[in-house]
């Protein structure tokens, strides 16, 4: 397995390919608030806060919400020129053991984002089978553990490995995780499923495994 820091940089590059400030505007239907602009500030906000050491109250809401405010008065150039300074360091940290047991969430983030700005750029979300082989035991991982917690019977999930990654992180509808192959009755499940809620209406996104 690549450390996870090539893994992080090599979809910041894939990213910085994609956008500019041309296509700044358009709206993001994975982050519904959001437009590209504000992706790009929350993902290039992440790297200046490591920098400069303010990670108190990291992956909040607060947080989150103070990267995309910081990023109103920068051009999208701009905040990809500071992402480039900033994230080295960041992709140097992910490939030490520390940082791959304390900070992997971050490539999880970064390649929904990709995604997410993929479907909105209206290309198909096509991410790295290496990176969803290894994401897609950590998501199973997660959900069974919820689903144990909470004294509920255990049950299996069969869909491809970009549908449990889009579907767990709340791109997917409540009627489109349901479609997915269970093993037993989803409802009961489903508020253990979903990480970050639920997509009010489907993306329609066009997917490289397929499925929409």
Same mark, same amino acid.
């Given at each position: 397995?690549?450390?996870?820091? $090539? #893994?992080?940089?090599?979809?910041? $590059? /894939?990213?910085?390919? !994609?956008?500019?400030?041309? =296509?700044?505007? !358009?709206? =993001?239907?994975?982050?519904?608030?959001?437009?590209?602009?504000?992706?790009?500030?929350?993902?290039?906000? &992440?790297?200046?806060?490591?920098?400069?050491?303010? !990670?108190?109250?990291?992956?909040?809401?607060?947080?989150?919400?103070?990267?995309? $405010?910081?990023?109103?008065? /920068?051009?999208?150039?701009? !905040?990809? +020129?500071? #992402?480039?300074?900033?994230?080295?360091?960041?992709?140097?940290?992910?490939?030490?053991?520390?940082?791959?047991?304390?900070?992997?969430?971050?490539? *999880?983030?970064?390649?929904?984002?990709?995604?997410?700005?993929?479907?909105?750029?209206?290309?198909?979300? +096509?991410?790295?089978? $290496?990176?969803?082989?290894?994401?897609?035991? &950590?998501?199973?991982?997660?959900? +069974?553990?919820?689903?144990?917690?909470?004294? *509920?019977?255990?049950?299996?999930?069969?869909?491809?490995?970009?549908?449990?990654? /889009?579907?767990?992180?709340?791109?997917?509808?409540?009627?489109?995780?349901?479609?997915?192959?269970?093993?037993? +009755?989803?409802?009961?499940?489903?508020?253990? #499923?979903? &990480?970050?809620?639920?997509?009010?209406?489907?993306?329609?996104?066009?997917?490289?495994?397929?499925?929409?």
């Amino acid at each position: 397995m690549q450390p996870l820091g $090539e #893994w992080y940089r090599a979809a910041r $590059e /894939r990213i910085t390919a !994609m956008v500019d400030d041309e =296509v700044g505007t !358009m709206p =993001v239907p994975a982050t519904p608030e959001w437009d590209v602009h504000d992706v790009i500030a929350h993902l290039a906000g &992440i790297t200046e806060d490591a920098r400069t050491g303010n !990670m108190a109250g990291a992956t909040t809401d607060a947080w989150t919400a103070a990267q995309v $405010e910081r990023g109103r008065s /920068r051009t999208v150039t701009e !905040m990809l +020129d500071q #992402w480039a300074a900033d994230a080295p360091a960041v992709e140097w940290f992910l490939s030490t053991p520390e940082g791959e047991a304390t900070s992997w969430r971050a490539v *999880l983030d970064i390649h929904t984002h990709e995604a997410d700005l993929l479907h909105a750029l209206g290309r198909p979300v +096509d991410l790295p089978a $290496e990176f969803l082989a290894w994401m897609t035991p &950590i998501m199973r991982a997660g959900f +069974d553990e919820a689903v144990a917690v909470a004294g *509920l019977p255990a049950v299996t999930v069969e869909a491809s490995d970009l549908q449990w990654f /889009r579907g767990r992180l709340g791109r997917r509808t409540v009627d489109e995780v349901c479609a997915y192959g269970w093993s037993a +009755d989803p409802v009961t499940h489903l508020d253990h #499923w979903f &990480i970050f809620g639920r997509a009010e209406r489907s993306l329609g996104e066009v997917c490289s495994d397929g499925a929409a």
